[in-house]
Nanobody, 121 residues
Framework: VQLVESGGGLVQAGGSLQLSCTTS???????MAWFRQAPGIEREFVAG????????TYADSVKGRFTISRDNPNNRMSLQMLNLRFEDTATYYC????????????????WGQGTQVTVSP
């Protein structure tokens, strides 16, 4: 199973980006999530979503700014990021599991290669 992220880039603080994750097997996964990792920091949970799209779960640091969604027929999961902050700079990873939504990376079976998001102050 291959997960492919896209949509990263360079943006000024206060700006927005939308990340996408595509896979041919998206509808078979019960839970999917976005994680991120900044240099020198452990990978952290950002947002998670069930197969049906609800409920969704967010890290406190992104609540109210980020929105996770999934489009099973089109095999796409997205992360809309608004009001980006310098501290959102990281490599963002798409993850998938046949288990339930979890904020622990060890619970996810499949990972993408990551897409870089850089927010300038």
């Amino acid at each position: 199973v291959q997960l492919v992220e896209s949509g990263g880039g360079l943006v000024q603080a206060g700006g927005s980006l939308q990340l996408s994750c595509t896979t041919s097997k998206l509808s078979t996964f019960y839970a999917m999530a976005w994680f991120r990792q900044a240099p020198g920091i452990e990978r952290e949970f950002v947002a998670g979503i069930t197969r049906t799209g609800t409920p969704t779960t967010y890290a406190d640091s992104v609540k109210g700014r980020f929105t996770i969604s999934r489009d099973n027929p089109n095999n796409r999961m997205s992360l809309q990021m608004l009001n980006l902050r310098f501290e959102d700079t990281a490599t963002y990873y798409c993850a998938a599991t046949w288990g339930t939504v979890s904020d622990s990376e060890g619970d996810y079976h499949f990972w993408g290669q990551g897409t870089q998001v850089t927010v300038s102050p």
